[in-house]
């Protein structure tokens, strides 16, 4: 017994359990969001966009982790960051006022975003480079079964018991939180591979990271805040039909994700990227212009299926970066992501009033600028070799 016990007590089951937890408490956050603000607090896209550029704002601050980390080791701030957000996502149901949303999204958001840097920057040090986009990709497969669950859990709870929003955020976020003590309890600490920079680092050499970070996360605003209220709003649909795409969503990641990483280890990153981008272009043009309930549906899974693709940036990165740079440079990328995460939702909703399928044009270009981008990302990425261009600068 002893013997399975410190076999299952490994970084990487630990970092899987977490991956577990956090959707399943953010799912129904997200899920439920645009019912609940449209229904409760009366919010239209000018609200809506302002909440999600303030629920980013604690993202573009992200590199502030870095400097915890002087006073708590990553792992435990991990967890104590998943703490946070299943708190703030208890705390939800309890203010349906316009205050009372921005405050707890911020709180929510604070835990969120730290437990998302640190997350990757474990995983990257953990985690061996050949093994890293497999890997992921099994993360993705694992957060996809904790959305399924909640999900499902959300339509049987709301469709056929009745319950109302303020109990299902506070069942969630109290059994995350639960869930989160007990494996702060269940597993030892694990020891740095590499000891880590605790400053904040910007390397030239880094650039074509975070130019390709910065539009990953121009991109992820358009399907996050914009995607999903279109389907409220132009389509009216419901938190049934909300959910549904969502487990949809989540069934094929669960099914293909880990394929994927996969894939991403044989083609290459530059390959994954220029199919990414080339699709995203395809599907932002087609939001701008759909009619149908139907085919926007459609254009929404594959939308998120095209998520997993992404981990292209980090395996890239994981290549070109020196081992003692990756927790001070995983903060700097989620802040760098975070820029555009900041303004774009605030800004684009006031365009939205005016008309809505500008928003997704832009998406377009943000999607051509991110193809420019990766055709510069070389055939095998490595220190000393960041870009396919012939200079670059080592520092």
Avoid at 201 to 209: A, D, G
């Amino acid at each position: 017994m002893k013997t399975l016990f410190q076999r299952f007590n490994q970084p990487e089951h630990l970092l899987l359990a977490m991956t577990f937890i956090m959707p399943l408490v953010f799912a129904v956050w997200m899920v439920l969001l645009n019912n609940f603000v449209i229904e409760k607090a009366n919010f239209t896209g000018v609200e809506i966009g302002i909440l999600q550029s303030l629920r980013e704002i604690p993202g573009f601050l992200a590199f502030t982790a870095i400097y915890a980390l002087i006073f708590i080791k990553e792992q435990r701030l991990a967890l104590l960051s998943l703490a946070i957000t299943c708190i703030g996502v208890f705390l939800t149901g309890f203010f349906p006022s316009l205050l009372g949303m921005y405050l707890t999204t911020m709180l929510m958001s604070i835990g969120f975003h730290y437990y998302e840097t640190v997350s990757q920057s474990l995983t990257l040090q953990w985690i061996d480079k050949e093994k890293t986009a497999h890997f992921m990709g099994r993360m993705l497969s694992v957060k996809s079964i904790a959305s399924l669950l909640a999900f499902s859990s959300i339509w049987l709870l709301m469709e056929k018991f009745s319950w109302d929003y303020c109990s299902t955020y506070a069942l969630f976020g109290g059994v995350g939180l639960l869930f989160t003590l007990f494996l702060t309890l269940l597993f030892k600490h694990f020891p740095e591979k590499t000891p880590q920079t605790k400053k904040l680092i910007v390397r030239k050499r880094y650039w074509l990271f975070y130019a390709l970070t910065f539009f990953s996360g121009a991109r992820r605003q358009i399907f996050v805040v914009f995607a999903g209220f279109l389907m409220v709003e132009k389509f009216h649909y419901s938190v049934a039909d909300i959910s549904a795409l969502f487990l949809i969503n989540y069934v094929f990641n669960w099914l293909f994700a880990a394929k994927i990483g996969k894939l991403i280890g044989k083609i290459g990153e530059r390959a994954t990227l220029c199919v990414e981008y080339i699709g995203l272009i395809i599907i932002f043009i087609s939001y701008g212009i759909v009619e149908s309930a139907s085919i926007a549906a459609v254009l929404y899974v594959v939308d998120h299926l095209f998520f997993a693709l992404a981990i292209a940036i980090k395996t890239y990165f994981q290549k070109v970066a020196q081992p003692e740079d990756i927790a001070a440079s995983a903060a700097i990328s989620f802040s760098i992501n975070h820029i555009a995460a900041v303004i774009i939702p605030a800004l684009l909703g006031l365009l939205w009033i005016i008309q809505a399928s500008w928003v997704f044009y832009i998406g377009a270009g943000f999607a051509i600028c991110s193809l420019v981008l990766a055709l510069l990302v070389p055939d095998n990425p490595k220190q000393g070799k960041e870009t396919r261009l012939i200079y670059n600068h080592r520092s």
